[in-house]
């Protein structure tokens, strides 16, 4: 099965194809307001490979911008090729040799998420806590789980800089055994999306 996996929730970018005993990865500094690497590199990858027979794209949660520029691109992909197309948990797919860890991430509004993940699979989150509820909430973990980050946390010593792999998302995707997102794919909101209603103008 010829298998293209996108990743951008965070500032790692990455792109990934594997088919039988090839693994290609590409991998880059992931700006959030230019696109332009992404696209070179998928356009690179699906030049050389052709057209995949199914698109996986990590759904965070992390960055809504560059998520949504993912599904967008897997969309399009998925419409030329007649590819299957699948989502999944970023924070599922990090690059660690634990089988178990937790990730955490800053959540904006001076809060942040905690997820507990298994063999790739969520057992626990993501949930929303302020800086004070995650501290007390990593001082009752075992001294030996592993603690990652996307994001440099200072404030939470044991957390580790790693990031998604759009590689490891990859060889989830193989995985027939494993549940997926379907269409119509969005990224993981960890609270409801904040909408502005604009004023309406008063005519005198």
């Known amino acids: 099965m010829k298998i293209l996996a996108l990743e951008l929730s965070t500032t790692r970018g990455s792109l990934a194809w594997l088919y039988d005993n090839v693994e290609v990865a590409r991998e880059w500094l992931n700006d959030r307001q230019n696109s332009a690497a992404f696209f070179e590199n998928l356009d690179a990858l699906t030049n050389e490979f052709g057209d995949p027979e199914t698109i996986i794209v990590g759904l965070g949660p992390g960055s809504y911008a560059g998520t949504r520029i993912a599904i967008s691109a897997a969309i ?3 419409l030329s090729s007649g590819a299957r197309l699948i989502g999944f948990p970023s924070v599922c797919a990090i690059e660690c040799d634990a089988d178990e860890y937790c990730a955490i991430g800053d959540a904006r509004r001076k809060s942040f998420f905690f997820a507990r993940i298994r063999g790739h699979e969520l057992i626990e989150g993501p949930m929303l806590y302020s800086e004070a509820e ?3 909430k990593l001082e009752k973990l075992e001294s030996t789980m592993p603690i990652f980050s996307s994001d440099p946390l200072p404030q939470f010593e044991r957390a580790v800089v790693r990031y998604p792999s759009a590689l ?21 909101y960890l609270r409801e999306p904040h909408i502005t209603v604009p004023k309406m103008e008063t005519k005198i």
Do not use: D
């Open 168 to 188: 490891v998302l990859a060889r989830v995707a193989r995985e027939s055994s494993r549940s997926f997102f379907l269409p119509p794919l969005e990224p993981i």
């Open 76 to 78: 399009g992909l998925q």
């Open 134 to 136: 995650m501290n007390g």
